[in-house]
């Protein structure tokens, strides 16, 4: 899973974080359709704790990637610094 936030592809981190949301959303809908049949699936309720769930799991996943993004930018930064101090020290 390290792996993932520190692949280069935008696309397919994108299409799996927006997999990972439409479940978290519909995940509340799909329990209920099975454990009470007598709700229906496009319930206001439903409807309305979903769109929370999704836009909470779109945030939280969205802080994740932006963080995960400034620490392969400042383990650049570090890569760098260390080769340009290890030049100059042997100099």
Request: aromatic share 12%; glycine share 6%; hydrophobic share 55%.
């Amino acid at each position: 899973m390290a792996q993932f936030f520190t692949l280069k592809n935008n696309r397919f981190k994108f299409s799996v974080v927006l997999c990972f949301v439409i479940v978290m959303a519909n995940l509340n809908a799909a329990v209920d359709h099975f454990s009470h049949p007598e709700i229906p699936y496009f319930d206001k309720e439903h409807l309305l704790v979903g769109g929370i769930t999704g836009f909470v799991g779109i945030i939280g996943f969205g802080l994740v990637l932006l963080y995960a993004h400034s620490l392969e930018s400042a383990l650049r930064r570090i890569k760098i610094i260390r080769t340009l101090v290890a030049h100059v020290h042997h100099v």
